[in-house]
């Protein structure tokens, strides 16, 4: 199968095409044998997704380059952005499947406790991290959004900090908010690799969003199934 992670947004300085090509090797390491992942950006909006502007500014050129992959014969698209911008569009112009990280961990963290708590880079996506578990109807298992402090960008500069100040905002979500998994709320954070430490030292599930997303989507594929077109009608524009 030939799986594609989207990376919504453009490149250059602080986010180079280094990054993306260190981020398909690492889900490659993790995708079962006979899968082949590819990886790009969609070349239009901002360097990071840190606000909703942020997001809407990205859709356009994420939905264009998930409508290519398909024709281009691409299984399965992994949003890379645990936002998941873009998804719900996506799936009505599309039929592979479109897996959205938040989503995907949200279901998961679901499964092995009973309350969940996302950390997320800067205060500024506390509130749309809590608008997704309301949206995707899992506001009931949401302990908490706890901000790490630190801006996209900077995660990918210094991963060390970043897993130290996640770690943090992790502790507090379940010494304090009664949090018993954690969810982490950024795929730059996924990528700093820290989840199974922090999991250890927490004591609690740490799901890793790129994880998470990766297997769900294998796992639709092998099945041979996708969303419902009852669910994402295709738009009457298109037909």
Do not use: W
């Not at 995660?155 to 969810?183: F, Q, T, Y």
């Not at 700093?192 to 250890?200: C, N």
């Not at 092998?222 to 994402?232: C, L, V």
């Amino acid at each position: 199968m030939r799986i594609l992670y989207l990376v919504p947004g453009s490149t250059g300085p602080g986010f180079e095409e280094s990054i993306i090509e260190r981020r398909r090797i690492i889900l490659q390491g993790m995708a079962t044998p006979g899968t082949l992942i590819e990886a790009k950006a969609s070349g239009t909006g901002p360097l990071s997704i840190e606000s909703m502007y942020d997001e809407y500014a990205v859709i356009p050129g994420a939905i264009e380059a998930i409508i290519n992959a398909e024709k281009e014969g691409i299984d399965g698209v992994i949003m890379g952005c645990a936002g998941d911008p873009g998804v719900d569009g996506a799936r009505e112009v599309v039929s592979i499947p479109i897996v959205g990280p938040a989503q995907a961990s949200f279901a998961l963290a679901s499964m092995l406790g009973r309350k969940f708590s996302i950390v997320t880079p800067v205060d500024q996506t506390i509130g749309t991290s809590i608008d997704l578990a309301v949206k995707y109807g899992f506001r009931e298992s949401l302990a908490s959004v706890r901000s790490a402090g630190i801006s996209v960008l900077d995660i990918n500069k210094d991963p060390d900090i970043a897993a130290k100040l996640s770690l943090d905002a992790a502790r507090k979500a379940k010494n304090e908010d009664g949090a018993d998994c954690i969810v982490l709320g950024c795929m730059s954070l996924a990528f700093a690799g820290f989840d199974k430490v922090a999991s250890k030292e927490l004591g609690i599930p740490v799901i890793n969003p790129a994880i998470a997303s990766l297997k769900m989507l294998e796992t639709l594929i092998e099945m041979k199934i996708s969303h419902s077109k009852k669910a994402y009608p295709t738009p009457a524009s298109m037909l």
